[in-house]
């Protein structure tokens, strides 16, 4: 389960991590009996990422500002998620910004720091600059410096990163977390270091354990988010990133880059549709380069999306090189092609059957979504029998390819 930022900022206190005076605003009236000077930011509190580009991170000089600004955060949607409350924080000064995270490497079973020099929104530069540790023992300080120095941080920023990263250590060790992040850790022109935005992650298991956590979960604002059964529920302790649209939607989207879903969302919406869920698999949410991996972890989320029976529709959105696309495309045949042999023939007038060019086989297309994929970059001979075989709709323009997904999600309500 995800935590609010404010609820991480409240825990970042606790273990004497810095962070800004900041003032909780449930109401735009509460903006009236503000305590911490202008200017002041105010911030969506939703669990989606990529708020700033979106208009839920502004910034406000005075108190009319504010008002006009919270209310507009507080009737703009993320991701279907509107914000129950906002997080008026002072504004900071700062020269740099870096990412840190704790995690679990589930390879190593060990826990894992993560550190780049480079912080903020440009994820494919944090990306770029990321560093890792493995805790292989018990741990010890020498483990944060480690990271700091692969960083590349020098002087004084070494000890003050590096007592940091201990810190958030021993909160991911003293509650349990499957993991915490600072993004951006920034610096101000003195060398001071402040957390600016955090993400953590709590253990749904542990909260018996840690009645404070347990508060902080009643705490969180009722949302579409929360209503969904445990059996769909997948969080960040895999190597995705997954956002919860609507429990009534019908339509799953999957892009390499969740600023791409969270844009995809909103053009599924405007058209008319139900987005259900939306998936990010990319370098971005997994951390990992090699095109094997990037495959089956491909295959692995098209197998998530399929085993929710909710979703109709499945819209592929991949923007990427030549060999990139075709090895999506490869990934998507592949697993249609399994699918295929495992679901057995259902002898009905009723069910739409394809025949594979070239072979007798057979399959029930009612138990997969409809596919609609899109591939930016690289051309693909659609029309070959490799792909034509294969139950999907390859649309090349975007805006097809949204107005076909809804209206087979559309037509797939009615039925």
């Not at 989606?48 to 955060?73: K, L, P, S």
């Not at 060990?110 to 494919?124: I, K, T, Y």
């Not at 692995?300 to 999306?305: G, I, T």
């Not at 499945?314 to 042999?341: D, F, P």
Request: aromatic share 6%; charged share 25%.
């Amino acid at each position: 389960m995800d935590l609010l930022e404010y609820q991480a900022k409240e825990l970042f206190r606790e273990m004497g991590i810095p962070v800004l005076p900041s003032q909780r605003i449930d109401h735009t009236r509460d903006l009236k009996r503000l305590q911490i000077p202008y200017p002041v930011v105010l911030k969506s509190q939703v669990r989606a990422g990529g708020r700033g580009r979106v208009g839920g991170v502004r910034f406000a000089e005075n108190t009319i500002d504010a008002i006009a600004a919270a209310q507009a955060i507080f009737n703009l949607p993320i991701l279907g998620e509107y914000p129950q409350v906002l997080l008026a924080e002072a504004k900071y000064d700062v020269t740099r910004e870096f990412y840190l995270a704790v995690t679990l490497d589930y390879n190593a079973r060990r826990p894992v720091l993560l550190g780049s020099s480079q912080g903020g929104m440009n994820v494919e530069a944090v990306m770029e600059q990321m560093q890792q540790v493995i805790v292989e023992e018990e741990f010890s300080p020498f483990y944060a410096r480690r990271l700091a120095v692969k960083m590349g941080l020098k002087g004084n920023l070494i000890g003050s990163v590096s007592c940091i990263l201990e810190k958030m250590y021993q909160l991911f060790v003293q509650k349990d977390l499957d993991g915490l992040e600072i993004n951006p850790l920034g610096v101000s022109a003195t060398g001071e270091v402040m957390a600016l935005d955090g993400k953590i992650t709590v253990n749904d298991a542990a909260f018996n354990r840690h009645p404070d956590l347990a508060m902080l979960a009643a705490e969180m604002p009722e949302s579409e988010m929360t209503k969904e059964t445990p059996l769909e529920t997948y969080n960040n302790t895999s190597q995705s990133s997954l956002n919860w649209v609507n429990r009534d939607g019908n339509i799953g989207i999957l892009c390499n880059g969740s600023d791409l879903a969270i844009a995809m969302a909103d053009l599924v919406t405007r058209a008319g549709g139900s987005p259900r869920l939306c998936l990010s698999v990319s370098e971005e949410a997994s951390g990992d380069l090699s095109a094997a991996s990037r495959g089956e972890k491909l295959e692995q989320e098209l197998e998530r999306f399929v085993q929710n029976k909710n979703i109709k529709v499945l819209l592929v959105n991949i923007v990427g090189s030549a060999a990139v696309n075709e090895e999506v495309a490869s990934s998507i045949v592949n697993y249609l092609q399994r699918k295929v042999n495992d679901i057995p023939e259902v002898p009905s007038q009723a069910t739409r059957r394809f025949r594979p060019r070239g072979s007798d086989r057979r399959y029930d297309q009612k138990s997969l979504p409809q596919f609609i994929v899109r591939l930016l970059g690289g051309e693909i001979d659609y029309s070959s029998e490799h792909f034509a075989s294969m139950p999907v709709n390859w649309i090349d323009n975007l805006e097809d390819a949204i107005a076909q997904a809804v209206s087979l999600a559309k037509s797939t309500a009615k039925t």
